[in-house]
């Protein structure tokens, strides 16, 4: 079978072509088939990649790839189509009709001139974790519960995607990850997950998270837009930001040696969780 369609390579959360969260962006999916972006998809091995494809003015539908499967959504391949129309077709709004419902996402000049890009996330909601299904999230991840952060309890959060919020009490169980690929992969199919959203809290608005992420065919994905969203609304949720507005610095990807930074706001009186990050286009014949 052959393919033919032009396919851009991004870095999202980061100012550095080797860092961040690498994806593909596919700016005009049209005639392309589910077979056929999954082939893409596949063959770039990023965590995902985007398919537009184009409707009215600034308007696009899109769907996300992963090697393995469809996602209903994806920020860092979000962040990064959206830079790529940006130096296409200017800045300003653009609109992403996904899966999981409208996402509008603004791009202007950041710092340097680097495009920044600002999504608004879907309505998201919070709900609590069953007691067997926290035991074998912490087994599948050889973590105990003793480890775990008190303040911030397991939830599983949305925004877009499915995320298991773990909280770890320290710096050093974040750092030491290494678990079970297939029995998370099971865990994670069977409750409709897409990421677990680890994180340890180093400051009230600072943050240092990973995300395995086994179900994609990937190992853990280096930074994560949806899952950012969702940690947004799971905070508010807990009561556990103070007053709103809120602005918080993710950092993710140190522990890959790819390191990004993702801003979350949230707004009083707005349910949707807004992320930002900058994303630069991978020179060809540069590893991503």
């Known amino acids: 079978m052959t393919i033919s369609a ?23 999916a049209t005639g392309l088939d589910a077979a056929a972006r999954l082939s893409i998809a596949a063959g770039l091995g990023y965590s995902e990649t985007a398919f537009l494809t184009p409707g009215s003015e600034r308007s696009y539908s899109v769907r996300y790839f992963s090697p393995k499967a469809e996602v209903p959504f994806c920020g860092h391949a979000t962040v990064a189509a ?18 999981a419902g409208t996402v509008p996402v603004d791009v202007a000049a950041g710092p340097g001139g680097v495009p920044e890009a600002t999504l608004t996330s879907v309505e998201p909601h919070v709900e609590e974790v069953a007691d067997a299904d926290l035991a074998e999230a912490l087994a599948a991840l050889d973590w105990h519960r003793e480890e775990l952060d008190p303040t911030l309890p397991p939830r599983i959060a949305y925004a877009g995607a499915r995320h298991l919020v773990l ?38 608005d600072t943050f240092h998270v990973r995300d395995p992420f086994p179900v994609g065919g990937v190992v853990e994905d ?29 950092y993710q990807g140190a ?13 009083p009186g707005d349910r949707r969780v807004r992320v930002s990050g900058a994303a630069v286009r991978i020179p060809d014949g540069e590893a991503g």
């Open 6 to 28: 032009e396919v851009l390579r991004y870095a999202a959360f980061t100012t550095d072509p080797s860092g961040g969260n690498p994806a593909g962006v596919v700016l005009d």
């Open 82 to 99: 959206a830079v790529a129309l940006a130096e296409r077709i200017g800045p300003g709004r653009v609109v992403f009709e996904t899966r």
């Open 167 to 204: 909280a770890a009490a320290t710096r050093g169980r974040l750092a030491d990850l290494a678990y079970d690929f297939d029995r998370l992969a099971a865990f994670m199919t069977r409750l409709d997950l897409t990421t677990l959203q680890l994180v340890w809290r180093e400051s009230a």
């Open 222 to 250: 280096p930074a994560t837009g949806a899952a950012a969203a969702a940690f947004g609304a799971y905070l508010r949720e807990l009561g556990a930001l103070g007053s709103e507005p809120a602005v918080l610095t993710l």
């Open 255 to 267: 522990d890959l040696g790819r390191p990004g930074r993702l801003r979350v706001e949230l707004r």
